[in-house]
Structures are given as C-alpha cells and as structure tokens.
C-alpha cells in the first residue's frame, strides 16, 4: 500500500531521473531501504527516510492532526 510518504519520494525520484540504485547510492541507504519506502512499509527508520528526503530538500517533520468526534 502506498503512502503519501512513499508516493512522494518515488515522483521526487522520477523528477531527478534517478533509479532506485542511483537513489540507494546518493543518499547512503541500502537499495532495500528505497525499494520498501516506495512501496509504503508501514515501519521504516526516520534517520534513513530523511537521508532520502534531504536530496530532495525536504525532512519528516510534526504535521497537527485535525481533531475529529471520534477522538
């Protein structure tokens, strides 16, 4: 299942006309790293997704959540 997480960085990848490997290589994490972000593992390490997302000039950060009735 893909996430908006992993969406992002597969498009981001794409735009740099880089593969997976080429990706794995730049952004010091393993080819397997790259392949599950992209398919949305549900558990991924954060300091490895922002070695990622620093390529691309973005970091994991607090997002506030909207509160709904169920909560």
Request: hydrophobic residues 35%; aromatic residues 4%; proline residues 3%.
């Amino acid at each position: 299942m893909q996430t908006t997480l992993s969406k992002y960085v597969k498009v981001m990848r794409k735009q740099h006309r880089l593969t997976q490997v080429e990706l794995s290589e730049k952004s010091g994490v393993g080819l397997r790293f790259v392949r599950e972000l992209e398919q949305g593992k549900p558990t991924l390490r954060l300091d490895k997704v922002n070695q990622i997302l620093n390529l691309f000039g973005a970091e994991v950060g607090v997002v506030p959540m909207t509160k709904t009735d169920d909560r």
